[in-house]
């Protein structure tokens, strides 16, 4: 179907709702994103875009200015929480293997300025009070303004009402474990990934902003249970003691922290619904994946190229977007359990099996360089775009 006749209304201008906003827009459609922040901030801290993501940006014309902006891995070490290296995987830099690791309002600012060039229209100060499918699916803002579109976008993230309003019954639950992020200041940092691995923890950092910031992630395995939220602050000292016992690097690392947030992580199941009566989930909204393979923002990138494909593909929008779920959801739901199975990886409690772990991806490496990275093939390597 043509997309000249569509007008589109996304909810949430993060970066799932900003790259679906685009994509529909250079399709011709009119789009406008509602977005519950009164300005649009410098929020969050770094995120991987790997080389599925950047297929995505890359087709949006933006690969340039993300490279300009991002720090180009070359390497990811993997340690043992003692200090002790396990194993060294190299980062391809070949055209078609791109990594990039970049602040979240950096990537934010390229898509934003893209979708105005789109024509895009942004409407801040609109937080959502309720999502009902159609035709033609309809948003009601707290303050009491309701809109219409031929096609709603669910872009609101793990809290989604879009969600809710397919998929009433769709549970979630703590899984045990909580994560905090956290900046420091660098100085020409070496563009590489470190993973210090432990027990019921472990620990994630690498340079943003040209190597001048170190992006830090940790997760901790605890009874203890904490709010799934991104905004939430906690005292540095219970990330510190929470790390204690780790390697120097680490503690040092850990000794600059000046703030810090954390959040609970909490597994959800990937959307049983991503659409009906105009209205279409996108990203978080429709799976939520844990950090383990960083996913989060690559997802929701190809899934806003999918959507714009499969509808401009259709005689109808919704074949459209069944052909969109139909292309997707299978593809989500082995990242999201790809991601559930790396926390038991990471966070192995018996010291000889923590041994026979990394005893085991030595040699896999040593005999077949690349084999331990190269298992993710099929979620690094896909191009929707293609």
């Known amino acids: 179907m043509t997309l000249d006749t569509l007008d589109a209304l996304v909810v949430g201008c993060g970066i799932g709702g900003l790259a679906s906003a685009i994509c529909l827009a250079q399709r011709g459609a009119a789009v406008r994103i509602l977005e519950q922040a009164p300005h649009l901030t410098e929020v969050g801290a770094g995120l991987q875009v790997s080389p599925n993501g950047y297929a995505v940006l890359d087709a949006l014309g933006l690969s340039e200015e993300l490279l300009a902006c991002s720090v180009q891995p070359d390497v990811v070490h993997m340690i043992d929480y003692k200090g002790t290296p396990i194993v060294r995987l190299p980062l391809s830099r070949g055209a078609d293997r791109r990594y990039c690791l970049v602040h979240r309002a950096d990537l934010l600012d390229l898509l934003l300025r893209r979708a105005r060039e789109a024509g895009v229209e942004i409407l ?8 009902e499918p159609g ?9 009491g303004e309701t809109f219409s579109a031929s096609l709603v976008v669910g872009a609101d993230g793990l809290h989604s009402l879009a969600r809710t309003a397919l ?5 979630s639950f ?9 900046l420091v200041p660098e100085h020409d940092a070496a563009p590489d990934v470190r993973l210090f691995m432990g027990p019921r923890r472990h620990l994630v950092s690498y340079p943003i902003r040209n190597g001048q910031l170190r ?10 249970w904490a709010r799934e939220s991104w905004s939430q602050q906690d005292d540095p000292i219970s990330l510190r003691q929470a790390f204690a016992d780790f390697a120097p690097e680490v503690t040092g690392l850990l000794s600059r922290v000046e703030t810090v947030h954390l959040w609970g992580l909490f597994r959800h199941p990937v959307a049983a619904r991503w659409h009906g009566g105009a209205l279409a989930l996108l990203g978080d909204a429709a799976h939520p994946t ?7 923002a690559n997802l929701a990138l190809e899934d806003a190229w999918v959507l714009a494909d499969a509808v401009s593909r259709a005689a109808t929008l919704d074949a459209g977007l069944a052909a969109y779920q139909a292309r997707r959801q299978a593809r989500a739901r082995r990242a999201v359990e790809a991601a559930n199975r790396n926390a038991g990886y990471y966070h192995l409690s018996r010291p000889v099996l923590r041994w026979a772990m990394h005893r085991s991806m030595r040699a896999a490496e040593t005999l077949r360089p690349g084999s331990l990275i190269g298992r993710f093939d099929w979620l690094y390597r896909h191009d929707v775009t293609a």
Request: glycine share 6%; aromatic share 6%.
């Open 135 to 143: 035709p033609p699916a309809r948003v009601t803002t707290e303050a």
């Open 167 to 171: 998929n009433p019954d769709s549970d």
């Open 215 to 224: 992006n830090i992630v940790a997760v901790h395995e605890r009874s203890a």
């Open 174 to 182: 703590f899984t045990g474990q909580v994560a905090w992020r956290a």
């Open 290 to 296: 844990l950090p383990f393979m960083a996913q989060g």
């Open 124 to 131: 801040l100060s609109q937080p959502v009070a309720g999502v």
